[in-house]
């Protein structure tokens, strides 16, 4: 197959909004798809590489080579190129990978060069999320979309379960099953807007502590043990810490769902960014300890128990593991235990609660209604320095924002950019509102007059040396623009730092 072809069908599913249409899209792409095509076809039709992150950056990705006219890339082709651009190492292996990208963007045609950009950036936004991609699977090969999902969560890889489900159709789909160590994809939680909302929705639930660190999950086969992270990385070797915990446990075999953090001495939780930073120390210069608490088990002394229902995965759960490794949490129907329990958890310096339903398997990789998120909402009134021109389904429209608080001196301080919270109809405002502010271009980046106040909803504050004032937003998202505010009335980068300090 042509890589054109992919990108003919990318182009297609960002054009319409139909999920339906988006399914048979890619159901049509990967029935067509032969041999080792699959796995790369299903990748790309995802937005992924299979060889991982190239380090590539949008300066890279400005100065391509001259588009070839007619469309020739082989898909195969495509990937053994990335391959020997991905295993290069040692001097002068940024020239070289330099090289083999340049040879490839010059047989592409202009479609393909901005195809493979946005892959390789990884800013392929084009409406196909993997549980998408899932369903298209499912219907490509005519198997149940369920039994698809089930299959993904154990091996986290929907290009690996297309596999399956090309060679050996349902039965090898169905055989797919959890592994030990073989991670599956965490189950996630949506969000509510308060405790008192989530036991409405739920009725009696489990009220857990969200510790504000890294999610780990554990297996242990015979006092063998690996921890991996929430993206499936085998982290082991970093965490030793973790590790002799899990060794404790009397178990011969275990897959634990939980959380990796960095504990001050008054055991209030260090920064996020601490704890994340920690997950990168290699060797024994390690510069804090980690603490693992988990929640969850998923399996137990050779039986799969992750299809249990909440109420007894607790149980088997608090048989094994000590109260000091759990997370804590209180089961309830009353609001005001609830909302107490939030309260304390809030003041012990964690970010919010999970309410679960008692009677709710556990849903590996979905963010499914039986887990709800609470946590406090934080909202800053910013201004927008800059935006960028969006790409995929966001193409022609200016979407990425920069955004800055107001210094004393009447400058603005930039604290990160956001592209979620905006619909359709705030796009083409935007786009318009910048355009007529726009001071100058640079790339694919549009600088703006600093005038447009937008309020933004975020998570937290973290330390960043990326940004001037030493801080950035985390999982900024767009409430609204504040056409009745000006500049001047934006919040300051006093402001932002008092909470941080008080996070």
Known sequence: ???????????????????????????????????????????????????????????????????????????LGVDAELEAAS????????????????????QATPDEQGFLADLLLGSLRQGASERLMMDAVAKAFDIPATLVRRATMFTGDVAEVAGAAATGGRPAIAAIGLRLFRPVLPMLAKAAASVEEGLARLGSAAVERKLDGARIQAHLRDGEVRVYTRNLNDVT???????????????????????AIGLRADAKPLPFQVTMGRFGTEGEDRPIVLSPFFFDVLHMNGDDVLDLPTLQRIELLDRLVPEDLRVPRVVTENAETARRFFDETLAAGHEGVVLKALDAPYAAGRRGAAWLKVKPVHTLDLVVLAVEWGSGRRQGWLSNIHLGARAADGSFVMLGKTFKGMTDSMLEWQTKRFLELESHRKGHVVYVRPEQVVEIAFDGIQSSSRYPGGM????????????????????????????????
């Open 87 to 106: 295993v290069i190492v040692g001097s002068g292996s940024t020239a070289t990978r330099r090289e083999i990208i340049d040879g490839l963007f010059s």
């Open 237 to 259: 070797d970093r965490v030793p810490e973790v590790v002799a915990a899990i060794r404790t446990l009397d178990a011969d075999s275990l897959v634990l769902d939980g959380e």
């Open 472 to 503: 950035a937003l985390r999982f900024a998202r767009v409430k609204g623009y504040r056409n009745d505010k000006t500049a001047a009335e934006a919040d300051t980068i006093e402001t932002v730092r008092a909470i941080f300090e008080g996070l």
């Open 1 to 75: 197959m042509l890589l054109q072809d992919i990108v003919d069908t990318s182009r297609k599913v960002a054009a319409t909004s139909a999920r339906n249409e988006k399914i048979a899209l890619l159901a049509e792409a990967v029935a067509r798809l032969r041999g080792l095509e699959l796995p790369v076809g299903v990748a790309y039709l995802s937005g992924v590489v299979p060889q991982g992150a190239f380090g590539v950056g949008y300066a890279s990705m400005r100065d391509l080579p001259q588009p070839a006219v007619e469309s020739t890339l082989e898909l």
